[in-house]
């Protein structure tokens, strides 16, 4: 199968050297992790999907080093006991459910799902004094590698992820980070810096998400500095320019997840995200996973056709038709890729 050139290669590199590589060029170092995560009950439906879940919304009250920030997170899980898998969620909207989130499906799958909407966190723009950035930034500036919005939404999963954890319903080793497109790019950095994730879901995350920027066919680095820098830190525009002076590519970001897994979803007619290149990122981080004796990506010697699903490995991948969504074909896949760990 055709590569792409000149790919630097993750596999003599140490993990926490890949992270650090990915933080100060791309999405700059995040702020430190809170110190303790206190949640309240805000409202509490009883009565979700026909009675056969619970729809609470919480707001969580977060302490560190830089002070306190508080953001609601919505929380449905079905009435089936314990060791429920589950999904934190970082999605476009607040709405319970929503186009992205079938949330009654995803119950009915026997999941639970922890939902922030991300601009709740910070938001989609170049306002550095908003929300969760004003206070770690309080004057709104940064520094050239500290991180932009990607960062602090990421930074907001593993909060969620903190709390998780102290739910005695949920199954703690089933808990992964799912996001679409910019929070696709959000949920694989979540993954890459957090290893109590079980799996981390990239639905169309396209660039400086799961595609390789070389060669790439769709956005460049340059189109996404122009038009949403930032998401990233100050460094990245170094590279807008110059791809092949890039020292990693995003198969760096999907090798970081590992130990644990990672899913690189893309759909056929979603050219700007370049799926091409999301499908070759898998085959590229093959090798690292395999070096820390994991399974890696099992898939033919071959580029992807609709209707391909690689669900052996410990990279997960799926290509349906259709456009740039995050829609129940997705979800489904999703959750029969982590069903079959059972
Ligand atoms: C834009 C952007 C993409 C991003 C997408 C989205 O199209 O260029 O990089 O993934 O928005 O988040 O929907």
Redesign the pocket.
Known sequence: MEMINNLPDPVNFRKDEIITMLLKEEYGFLPARPYSVTATVEQNDNNFAAGKASLKKISLCCKGEWGEFTFPVYYAAPKIGTSIPCFIHLN?RDLIPDKYQPTEEIIDNGYAILTVYYQDITADNDDFTDKFAGVVYPDGVRENDDCGKIGLWAWSAMAVMDYALTLPELDHKKISVAG??????TALLAGALDKRFYCAFSN??????AALARETTG?TIK??CT??PYWFCENYKKYQENVESLPFDQHWLIAANAPHKVYVASAAEDG??CPKNEYLACVAADGYYKKLGKEGFVHPDRLPTVGDRFHEGDIGYHMRSGT?FFGREDWHNYISYINQDD
């Open positions: 476009f679409h497109s910019r929070l696709g790019k169309d995350s396209g660039c400086s998400g956005e189109n996404i038009t949403f700007w995200a740039h």
